[in-house]
Each structure stands twice: as C-alpha cells, then as structure tokens.
C-alpha cells in the first residue's frame, strides 16, 4: 500500500489533466489486484508491471527538481497550477544529486551540456506482448532536469526500439 500510495502521489495510474488530448492515466494496479502478485512489488519498483506516459515521468521528475512538490503540467505558458507536497524537500535534493552523479560519471555521459548540470536516468524497458508476457522488443528513455542548482525544465526523451548496433 505505501509503494501504491507513493507512485500515485508522484501522478502515475492518474491522468496528468494538462489539457493535452488522449492523456492516458497509465496503469497502476491496486494493491489486491490480479495485478499483485508473487514478485510484482519488487518488480514494479524497476518499472515493470505498470506502465507510464512520458509525461508523468517529466511530472515526477520535476517534482523531484521542485523540493519534492508534485505541480500538474500545463502546455499553456503562463498558467500556475497548485502545488502538492509528496517527499520530503531534502530527500527530493538528494535524489536529484544522485540522478546528477549518472550524468557525470555513470552511463548517461551524452546528457551533459555544456555550461550546465544536469541530473537524469536512463531506461530500458522490454515491451509487453498481447499475450501476456514481454517481448524482444524495448523502449529506452532518459528523463532528466536541467539547470540542477535552479531546475527550470523537466524532459523525457523516448526511443521506441533502439538498435543496439547504432549506440
């Protein structure tokens, strides 16, 4: 219930209301569900067994960027939506830190920018299959915040089948 709890106080399984057509709410299974089972808390706490937009992710991120406080995204410029407290304010800066040490010394050396810090992670996810299981196929993603001492952007970058051959 609390790992419930947590990642839909962040915005996943809840669709972001930013007025962007065909949001998706994503899927997170209820604690109870035919969707927990055996292992799937351990494994969703990886990403598997639930499934988010790319736009919750920039949401949760940027929550982390903003102290830990969750604001609903908007693409009209100049709108101020409400801010929800959801982690503690040293926690969020902790983790943006360690998100910053990927960009810095571990496999996501290409973020960098020049004349900036950024912190981010990278992904890769195995697509689920209409069968019931996953296949060979993947998505890889890396979702990052830039400037780290003063986050103004949030950004999620999505590559639907990668080719491992190309980098």
């Known amino acids: 219930q609390t790992f419930y709890n947590a990642v839909r106080a ?10 962007f057509p065909g949001e998706s ?6 604690p109870g569900s035919p969707g927990w089972y055996g292992t799937t808390k ?18 949760a991120y940027s929550a982390l960027a903003n102290g830990g406080r969750v604001i609903q995204p908007t693409f009209v410029k100049g709108q101020h939506n409400e801010a929800r407290q959801v982690i503690e304010p040293a926690v969020a800066q902790e983790v943006v830190r360690m998100m910053e040490t990927v960009v810095t010394q571990g496999g996501a050396k290409q973020a960098a920018i020049l ?4 912190a981010g992670k990278t992904g890769t996810a195995r697509k689920f299959n209409a069968s019931g299981g996953y296949s060979r196929r993947y998505l890889s993603f890396f979702a990052g915040v830039v400037p780290v001492d003063n986050p ?16």
Not at 115 to 118: F, I, L, S
Not at 152 to 167: N, S, W
């Open 25 to 30: 709410a994503g899927v997170v299974p209820s």
């Open 115 to 118: 004349g900036y810090h950024v």
């Open 42 to 59: 351990t494994t969703m706490s990886y990403g598997y067994g639930l499934s988010v937009t790319p736009l919750q992710i920039a949401q």
């Open 152 to 167: 103004r952007f949030a950004m999620v970058v999505v590559v639907d089948d990668p080719d491992p051959a190309k980098g």
């Open 10 to 19: 962040f915005g996943y399984g809840v669709a972001p209301h930013s007025g």
